[in-house]
Each structure stands twice: as C-alpha cells, then as structure tokens.
C-alpha cells in the first residue's frame, strides 16, 4: 500500500480490541441494524461526473461490510472537489450528509500535535521538556519516566507498550479495582496508576503506539495553556481554519449531539461509565470516551478535517518550521516497512514527496485522514469498524488511492464555502 494503514504493532492492538481480549468485551446480540435485503442506498452532498470512482469504491465497501453510514471528503491542492455522505440502511429516521458528525477516534492525534506545535511555536512549550517534572509525575517506580519528553509522547517513544502492558485507557475496570474507586474513572486516575508502573521500554528506543501518551499531551497542552483542552485546540487551530463544528464526543448514546452519527457493533460489554454493570452496545459505554479526548474523542465532519488538512500545506496557523517538525524523522529512523511515526502523523517517504497519513478505530468506529504527496488530500469517517464478514475495513486506504488514480479530469471548483469553511 501507498499509505500503509496500520503497523504491525498498531494492527495487533486492533486485533485485540475488536475480539475483547483488551477491552473486556463480550461478544453478545449483534446491534447492527437490519439486513441488506431491507436496506436501501442513497447518497447526498456534492462532487462531479469525474470523480464517480470514489461514489463507487464506497458503495462496494459498505455494502460488502454492511456499513450503514459513512462520509468523504476529497482535497485538491486546496481546494475541496468532493463532499459526500452516504447510507446503506433500512432506518430513514437519519441520514449521513457532508456535515454528520462521526467520531474520528485516532484522527484526533494530529489535531492535538498541531495544538502542541502551536503552544512550542508561541514559546510556552519546550518539545524538548522532561514531562514528569512539568506534569508533577512521580518516577519511584521508574526513575526512566523522568527522562520521557514532550516529543517523546508525540512519536510514540515514550515507553509505554500495550502489547506489553495494556492499554491504560481501555483498564477501567482494572484501574479502579487497583485504586479502591468507583467508575467511572477519571483521567487523573489513569495518570496516578500508570505512573506507579515499570515502564515497557527506555523512553526514546522502541516505538510502540500509545494512547496514554497523548492523555498525558492533553495534560500538557492544559498546564501550558492555562485553559481548557478543548478551549484551547477550538481557539488556536480550528478557529484560524474557520472549523466550527468539531467538539469533544460524550460515551452514552442519550448524549449524541444533533447531527451526529449512531454508531454499529457486533459486541456488547459491560459499561465502563457508571456503576450499573448493565450489559450495553459497545460503543455506548464499554469504553469511556471523555478520557480520551486527546487521543480519540473528538466528533468532526469529513469536510472539517478535511480543511484541517490544509494546514498543513503552507504556513498560517502553523510556520513552516513547525510544520517540518510535524514530519521531520523520529531519532529511531524509519522503520523496517518504510513509514515513521512524526510528531501526530505517519510519514512515508516516495517518489516525488512524502505521504502523511492517520488512522482511528474505536467500537463503533473507523476512520482514515491521507495527505498525498501529489496534493490530494481525502478524509473518510464510517459509524462501524466490525460485522459479520470479517473483512478488514484498512483495505479503504489503498481502495481510495487507487479510485484517486483512475479519475482522469478533475473540477477546478471549491466546495469548502459551501460548508461554511
């Protein structure tokens, strides 16, 4: 693949998660809606004739995995030529358009990095910072978390490994035993846990993907700001880029926002979010998404990350210091399948530029950001990561670069004013 969509390392974690060995699922009635023969497919928002191999390439995709919504937002050199929901469903009471809300899971990692190059581009924050001391963490368990830096947490070089130890911010259960608390738990819970633990790794040697990395980010970004997370992110990076949608998500399905997407899983598990024990659908409670705000929790539309994306592309919110930064190489190099992990990006270096990509996947969720190295950019969010085929859902990445290649004419207009941005 051109992008290549997970790390091995990444993929197993994945694996785990979507079989319940990680998360504590348990496999129960399937809460996907009804069966294909009642289904109906219909498509909204905008795009032109040419660029009818993306409509196609999504329509096999979701009807082969049973998806029931999804929406794409396609970027040429800046200006955005596709803005598409759509649905294969039975239930008419909501339909995806451009503008649904999805949650983005992972894709929030590279909105809280540009959040934190914002802070060290203003000089309020140094990449090169000891985190424990700036966070007040204790190092008796470990005395190598005092060595852990800001830049660190933002490539994955941290130390922590969930291969090795788990996931902290899918332990809910095992975190509140261990502390005597009752759920939900809270962040500065998972903090106080994980740092009374041995780390996997020497911070700075292995990469291992770690969402408690980026909690511990969110931390930061609030200490060196003086203001909220979510605040902060809306004020100094979505702002600038006239995104006005985007919000932190809430875990329980009676706290959906207006416009957002339900969401699909095969699994049931025990709610993490309060003190019940009632057996839910996985997404509306088998894991706490208010703590990993960070590192997953953010609602956005395509079309919003979309114009993210583009800030990226020429200095304005960010310089173009901070943007190299952004994808300059981890001091481990690249790694064995030829990509690296940035600061909040994937980057794989290829002929003619590089290609920087993110992935996210959550129950319920399963989500792609590509920038390529030729101008194109495209983001596609699907309320649904697991059905009864088993199909892998990555294979959409290297399905959309290959409909990105087979367009031969591509329309010179920008729908982003259409959508408010």
Same mark, same amino acid.
């Given at each position: 693949?051109?992008?290549?969509?997970?790390?091995?390392?990444?993929?197993?974690?994945?694996?785990?998660?979507?079989?319940?060995?990680? #998360?504590?699922? %348990?496999?129960?009635?399937?809460?996907?809606?009804?069966?294909?023969?009642?289904? =109906?497919?219909?498509?909204?928002?905008?795009?032109?004739?040419?660029?009818? @191999?993306? *409509? *196609?390439?999504?329509?096999?995709?979701?009807?082969?995995?049973?998806? @029931?919504?999804?929406?794409?937002?396609?970027?040429?050199?800046?200006?955005?030529?596709?803005?598409?929901?759509?649905?294969?469903?039975?239930?008419?009471?909501?339909?995806?358009?451009?503008?649904?809300?999805?949650?983005?899971?992972?894709?929030? &990692?590279?909105?809280?990095?540009? !959040?934190?190059?914002?802070?060290?581009?203003?000089?309020?924050?140094?990449?090169?910072?000891?985190?424990?001391?700036?966070?007040?963490?204790?190092?008796?368990?470990? @005395?190598?978390?005092?060595? =852990?830096?800001?830049?660190?947490?933002?490539?994955?070089?941290?130390?922590? *490994?969930?291969?090795?130890?788990?996931? $902290?911010?899918? /332990?809910?259960? =095992?975190? %509140?035993?261990?502390?005597?608390? $009752?759920? @939900?738990?809270?962040?500065?819970?998972?903090?106080?846990?994980?740092?009374?633990?041995?780390?996997?790794? %020497?911070?700075?040697?292995? +990469?291992? +993907?770690?969402? +408690?990395?980026?909690?511990?980010?969110?931390?930061?970004?609030? /200490?060196?700001?003086?203001?909220?997370? !979510?605040?902060?992110?809306?004020? /100094?990076?979505?702002?600038?880029?006239?995104?006005?949608?985007? =919000?932190?998500?809430?875990?329980?399905?009676?706290?959906?926002?207006?416009?957002?997407?339900?969401?699909?899983?095969? +699994?049931?598990?025990?709610?993490?979010?309060?003190?019940?024990?009632?057996?839910?659908?996985?997404?509306?409670?088998?894991?706490?998404?208010?703590?990993?705000?960070?590192?997953?929790?953010?609602?956005?539309? #395509?079309? *919003?990350?979309? &114009?993210?994306?583009?800030?990226?592309?020429?200095?304005?919110?960010?310089?173009?210091?901070?943007?190299?930064?952004?994808?300059?190489?981890?001091?481990?190099?690249?790694?064995?399948?030829?990509?690296?992990?940035?600061?909040?990006?994937?980057?794989?270096?290829?002929?003619?530029?590089?290609?920087?990509?993110?992935?996210?996947?959550?129950?319920?969720?399963?989500?792609?950001?590509?920038?390529?190295?030729?101008?194109?950019?495209?983001?596609?969010?699907?309320?649904?990561?697991?059905? %009864?085929?088993?199909?892998?859902?990555?294979?959409?990445?290297?399905?959309?670069?290959? !409909?990105?290649?087979?367009?031969?004419?591509?329309?010179?207009?920008?729908?982003?004013?259409?959508?408010?941005?």
């Amino acid at each position: 693949m051109i992008s290549e969509t997970f790390s091995a390392s990444r993929r197993n974690a994945l694996r785990l998660l979507a079989g319940g060995a990680a #998360a504590g699922l %348990a496999a129960g009635l399937p809460t996907s809606p009804a069966n294909a023969a009642a289904r =109906v497919w219909s498509v909204t928002g905008r795009s032109a004739t040419s660029l009818k @191999p993306f *409509d *196609d390439t999504l329509k096999r995709f979701m009807m082969d995995r049973a998806i @029931p919504h999804a929406s794409l937002a396609v970027v040429r050199k800046g200006k955005l030529v596709l803005a598409r929901g759509y649905n294969w469903t039975a239930d008419t009471s909501f339909t995806a358009g451009p503008t649904s809300l999805f949650r983005i899971a992972s894709l929030s &990692k590279p909105v809280t990095a540009a !959040a934190v190059l914002k802070l060290a581009q203003d000089g309020k924050l140094s990449l090169s910072a000891k985190v424990a001391p700036l966070l007040g963490l204790s190092t008796t368990a470990d @005395p190598r978390l005092a060595s =852990v830096t800001v830049t660190h947490l933002l490539q994955h070089l941290g130390g922590w *490994d969930s291969e090795v130890s788990g996931d $902290p911010m899918f /332990k809910d259960r =095992v975190i %509140a035993a261990a502390l005597g608390v $009752p759920l @939900p738990i809270t962040q500065a819970q998972i903090v106080t846990h994980t740092s009374g633990l041995k780390l996997d790794h %020497a911070p700075g040697t292995t +990469y291992a +993907y770690s969402n +408690y990395g980026y909690l511990l980010l969110q931390k930061i970004i609030e /200490k060196a700001s003086g203001v909220s997370y !979510a605040s902060y992110v809306q004020s /100094k990076v979505l702002t600038p880029l006239k995104i006005k949608r985007m =919000v932190l998500g809430r875990t329980a399905k009676s706290l959906r926002k207006s416009g957002e997407v339900p969401y699909f899983s095969q +699994y049931t598990g025990k709610s993490v979010i309060d003190t019940s024990n009632s057996v839910v659908p996985f997404p509306y409670g088998g894991f706490n998404l208010e703590n990993m705000a960070a590192h997953g929790g953010w609602l956005a539309t #395509a079309v *919003d990350l979309a &114009k993210f994306t583009t800030l990226f592309d020429a200095a304005g919110v960010l310089t173009s210091t901070s943007i190299s930064k952004a994808f300059a190489k981890p001091s481990i190099g690249v790694n064995s399948d030829g990509w690296y992990y940035g600061l909040g990006w994937q980057v794989r270096p290829v002929t003619g530029g590089r290609n920087t990509w993110h992935t996210g996947s959550l129950a319920g969720t399963s989500t792609l950001m590509v920038r390529r190295y030729d101008g194109l950019s495209w983001v596609v969010l699907f309320d649904q990561r697991d059905d %009864a085929s088993g199909l892998n859902y990555g294979a959409i990445d290297a399905l959309l670069h290959t !409909a990105a290649n087979s367009v031969k004419s591509w329309p010179t207009t920008n729908l982003f004013s259409t959508y408010g941005l």
